[in-house]
């Protein structure tokens, strides 16, 4: 099972783009990239999922290498309301029979 | 939009007592999990299942057992509370394979303190 290691904490400013890495040094060839976003008093909330090379959605983009050791969660143009946990997990989208397992996620501050 | 409901946001139990922990979601999602969190500690699994009366266990299982009779409903079940359980508890459901992406939906949350 792929474990994630992601940073503690970031700090930002509104306006500014935000990178969040996660590193999964022991992924498996069908896992994928999920990364949620968690708000106080709330559960976790999906934002991107990827494979490889580069995935854009409304909110995010992730950044895949081609190693697929770690990813990048991109947040172009953070406001005060993305503060929030960040998670990423890694899993087999293929089956449901399997631990998903969270790592500790990074807590991102955004200050005006 | 999928909804996943716990039954209570917030519980007060005594150390000892028999506490259930109910989750629901109507979107007819095969997986179903139970986490718990705590601060600087993330989300710990504690059990999953893949299917009806189908269970597994997680990372942190002792103290703690399921109950899934039901496709949509999934018990969370601490047999004897104790100080050390009191947490949020968080359930999630997801759709694997051909059917869904792996995209985990999770509930509001139920934190329960034991006393």
């Known amino acids: 099972l792929a474990k994630t290691t992601q940073p503690i904490s970031m700090d930002s400013y509104e306006g500014q783009e935000v990178n969040i890495t996660c590193s999964h040094n022991?992924?498996?060839?069908?896992?994928?990239i999920t990364w949620y976003q968690q708000f106080p008093s709330q559960g976790p909330r999906f934002i991107i999922q990827?494979?490889?090379t580069k995935v854009t959605n409304e909110v995010a983009s992730l950044f895949i290498p081609a190693d697929r050791k770690s990813s990048t969660l991109s947040l172009p143009r953070v406001s005060l309301s993305d503060t929030a946990v960040y998670y990423c997990?890694?899993?087999?989208?293929?089956?449901?029979?399997?631990?998903?397992?969270f790592g500790t996620g990074t807590r991102l501050l955004v200050s005006p | 939009d999928v909804k996943v409901t716990q039954s209570s946001r917030y519980l007060v139990k005594r150390t000892g007592e028999k506490v259930f922990l109910e989750c629901v979601q109507d979107?007819?999602?095969?997986?179903m999990f139970w986490y718990r969190q705590d601060p600087g500690l993330g989300l710990r699994l504690i059990y999953f299942?893949?299917?009806?009366?189908?269970?597994e266990k997680g990372d942190i299982p002792e103290g703690y057992s399921v109950s899934r009779e039901k496709k949509e409903r999934f018990s969370l079940i601490l047999e004897s509370a104790s100080t050390n359980q009191t947490s949020m508890y968080l359930c999630?459901?997801?759709?694997?394979?051909?059917?869904?992406?792996?995209?985990?939906?999770f509930g509001e949350g139920s934190r329960l303190t034991v006393l």
């Open positions: 999630a459901s997801g759709l694997f394979g051909s059917r869904g992406t792996g995209e985990l939906f």
């Open positions: 022991n992924i498996a060839t069908n896992d994928y």
């Open positions: 990827g494979y490889k």
């Open positions: 997990l890694v899993g087999d989208m293929n089956t449901g029979f399997q631990k998903l397992v």
């Open positions: 979107m007819d999602h095969e997986n």
């Open positions: 299942s893949y299917d009806v009366k189908m269970k």
